[in-house]
């Protein structure tokens, strides 16, 4: 059954129902079960994770591509907990202690979906915590902290690509032509001038940008999701 749910822009940003309503439009919760029971049951020796399908609550699976996207979208980080930089609540090792109950099983592989400086500083902002199945599927165990900022979609659209960033560059250079007087530079405020403004306002722009982000070692979002190395 898919989630119906609509987001208000302006609230804070529930990463978890975010996930949920993203993925969920787009399949069968019968066939994302039994697809990743089949995967997985050709892949246990190498996630050690032994767990009985029956006990699994469907819409907690996630494959790798869908939490991928995500993370693409709102610029966040998928990597192995133990480049964590937060703590565990007590409520999420208890999920984990009962799902080692109920299927007899030492649980190991855990990943976390966060923003990037979660995994560099002590911060809580909205992390969810998986266990691997095997095949690149993934089962959602907690979530915690609190939800994200609701523009963070928005403010993460430049660095999706280079083609986000052109487009706004361009735009922040029309706005910065538009706020700037054209008496200052020239008697003639025709078109000519300024375009003339506008072309130079947009070099301007770009070799900014260009210097804090090589200084600043900044990279696209689908470059960084699940590198343990960029920490931007």
Request: glycine share 4%; with cysteine.
């Amino acid at each position: 059954m898919l989630l119906i749910m609509k987001l208000n822009p302006l609230s804070p940003t529930n990463l978890e129902l975010v996930l949920r309503t993203s993925v969920e439009k787009k399949r069968s919760s019968i066939s994302i079960l039994q697809q990743a029971k089949n995967l997985t049951s050709q892949d246990r020796f190498i996630t050690k994770n032994n767990f009985d399908f029956d006990q699994l609550e469907t819409k907690n699976i996630f494959s790798l591509e869908e939490i991928k996207q995500v993370c693409i979208d709102y610029r966040l980080r998928f990597l192995d907990i133990t480049y964590f930089k937060g703590t565990i609540p007590q409520t999420a090792k208890n999920k984990i202690a009962a799902m080692e109950d109920t299927h007899q099983t030492e649980l190991g592989g855990f990943k976390i979906m966060a923003p990037s400086i979660m995994f560099r500083l002590a911060k809580t902002d909205d992390p969810l915590l998986f266990v691997p199945l095997g095949n690149d599927y993934f089962y959602l165990i907690h979530k915690w902290g609190k939800d994200l900022h609701p523009l963070r979609k928005l403010r993460m659209l430049p660095f999706q690509n280079i083609w986000n960033l052109l487009i706004f560059l361009l735009g922040i250079s029309y706005l910065l032509t538009l706020a700037t007087p054209l008496g200052m530079f020239t008697k003639n405020t025709d078109a000519t001038a300024f375009w003339m403004l506008y072309f130079f306002m947009f070099k301007a722009v770009v070799s900014v940008v260009l210097f804090c982000g090589i200084a600043l070692g900044k990279n696209f979002n689908p470059a960084i999701w699940n590198s343990k190395y960029n920490k931007t």
